[in-house]
């Protein structure tokens, strides 16, 4: 969504790296840069003056000319700049005292309200609650059957009474026979409310109908619904590909239904990302939640510190953790941590547990994008090919599980019945196994302390300790008598320079040299010793 912008940014910024002073023309030059690229973006021009002012006032400050590093201080005021005009902190659901929390739908047709309430319902089921989807969109054509499909998909209930429009026609069509309705949408958000009210759900999301454009009885009737219900939060749904219409859009619904919140559908599009830098800025009504594709999965809080740091080109890193932790069973980690320990062989049984965690964290290309410095590589990640991993899976349920714990015992036979049952060829099944056993390699190096080709790290594991084992080896007497008897006598001054006194602190040790005095500890002047350090004498 934002990767102009963020190419844009990037490059201006490159400009200032290694600068010790900034004039006020390089400013002002970076300023300019950053005002056409928020155009070029679609950001609304009220925004874009507003944002391009703060920046210019605090460039010229105290803040960047005192600076050890005038062009990172630069970055740092476009990013908190940045999350400022994104709604400055993340704001959370409100949930009701007394349940049902009742969250209400708005937004224009085809802004994607009907599958964000599918997202919200599975995100909220997986915060330990139990959604209901009220079905009050009677108006677009199988708009009911649609949220029904939806909630089946999240794992949560629906409330559906009326069947609404499934002639293909808008709910209220002229005619010679006057007007007719397919339902009232006032009476089934209420009857909604009721029923999850005796069906102890704690959370009701109620689907409203939407037009392709503002118009007056697409507001009349959201704020009926308003009215009857009395919901805990409005959240206004636009589509982030709308580009400047999102301000105009964006104020009608706030004056018609007064929103408290705003999510953003279609975050993954290839749209300049302007809604998102607008709306909240111009509302004054924060971004809560971004939908970033069809699954219902897709679909995240927004962080507006997150946010800025990946236009930025700064990585998410804090996201990532987040989804790693929901991923990953913390058994099967464990147990993993156990066998990289005790430099047991990574299975193929495990590489299918990993992958399977991975798929359940989502897109790979999406979390490669949250890396710090992804974005210059943007394109190269548009070509990853995320069907390989179906191929290798492919690949490795196609062996028998004698094999996935013991892949050295797989012969040629048993390669061209995997190539087979997997569909691939046998030189992509040599392939996997030659990069398997590389993996297997580099792990147990891992665990010993070091990595392949390099030596044990100290205190890590068994690299260290062969160093030392090594090192503790005594050396083998020389072969030639009169250099073994030099030797010898060598090795008796070092033991009774080694005696009494002696060693490493002693008067005689090896370790400073001969001749140094032996010391008495209570002869010690303690005013000339560090404060303290009396207790050490035995006084």
């Known amino acids: 969504m934002f990767t102009s912008l963020s190419d844009r940014l990037t490059a201006t910024f490159r400009n200032l790296r290694g600068k010790g002073r900034l004039t006020e023309s390089d400013i002002n030059s970076t300023v300019r840069d950053i005002r056409m690229a928020l155009l070029e973006a679609d950001v609304a021009l009220p925004v874009v003056k507003e944002f391009t002012r703060g920046i210019r006032e605090r460039a010229l400050g105290a803040e960047v000319s005192q600076a050890l590093n005038p062009g990172q201080q630069v970055v740092k005021i476009v990013n908190e700049e940045l999350v400022e005009i994104l709604g400055g902190q993340t704001r959370t659901l409100q949930f009701a005292k007394n349940p049902p929390t009742v969250i209400m739908l708005a937004g224009l047709q085809g802004s994607g309200k009907t599958t964000l309430a599918g997202k919200l319902g599975y995100w909220l089921k997986d915060q330990g609650h139990t959604p209901l989807l009220v079905a009050a969109d009677l108006q677009r054509p199988n708009a009911v059957t649609q949220l029904e499909v939806v909630a089946e998909r999240a794992g949560v209930r629906s409330f559906a009474p009326e069947r609404g429009n499934i002639g293909g026609h808008d709910a209220v069509v002229e005619s010679g026979e006057g007007t007719r309705s397919f339902g009232d949408p006032v009476a089934v958000a209420r009857d909604g409310i009721d029923y999850a009210r005796r069906s102890q759900h704690d959370v009701v999301i109620v689907d409203t109908a939407g037009r392709l454009a503002v118009d007056a009885d697409l507001m009349q009737q959201a704020a009926d619904i308003r009215a009857a219900i009395q919901p805990d939060e409005v959240l206004f749904v636009i589509d982030a590909m709308i580009g400047q219409a999102a301000v105009e859009t964006a104020q009608a619904f706030q004056e018609g239904v007064d929103f408290t919140g705003v999510v953003l559908s279609k975050l993954d599009g290839d749209a300049r990302g302007g809604a998102a830098l607008s709306v909240a800025s111009i509302t004054g009504r924060p971004i809560m939640f971004a939908s970033t594709g069809e699954n219902v999965k897709d679909f995240e809080v927004f962080h507006p510190d997150r946010m800025a740091s990946r236009i930025l080109d700064m990585g998410d890193i804090l996201t990532l953790i987040e989804q790693a932790e929901r991923a990953f069973d913390a058994r099967q980690a464990e147990e993993m941590q156990r066998k990289f320990l005790a430099e047991e062989d990574f299975t193929f049984d495990d590489f299918l547990q990993q992958m399977a965690a991975l798929k359940k964290m989502g897109s790979l290309k999406s979390m490669l994008k949250m890396m ?168």
């Open 372 to 539: 710090p410095g992804m974005g210059q590589m943007a394109a190269q990640i548009d070509q990853f090919d995320e069907r390989e991993f179906d191929r290798v899976e492919a690949m490795v349920r196609s062996m028998t599980p004698f094999e996935r714990t013991h892949p050295k015992q797989i012969n040629g036979s048993r390669r061209a019945r995997i190539a087979k049952g997997s569909g691939v060829t046998v030189s992509e099944v040599n392939g996997l196994l030659e990069r398997f056993t590389e993996a297997q390699k580099m792990m147990k190096q891992l665990a010993r302390g070091g990595m392949p080709g390099m030596p044990g790290m100290p205190g890590m594991g068994g690299g260290a300790r062969k160093k030392a084992q090594k090192q503790q080896k005594k050396k083998g007497k020389s072969g030639n008598p009169a250099k073994r008897a030099a030797e010898e006598r060598a090795a008796a001054e070092r033991a009774k320079g080694a005696g009494p006194g002696g060693g490493a602190l002693g008067g005689g040790g090896a370790a400073f040299g001969q001749g140094m005095p032996d010391i008495d500890p209570s002869q010690l002047d303690p005013s000339n010793l560090p404060k303290g350090f009396e207790k050490f004498l035995g006084k």
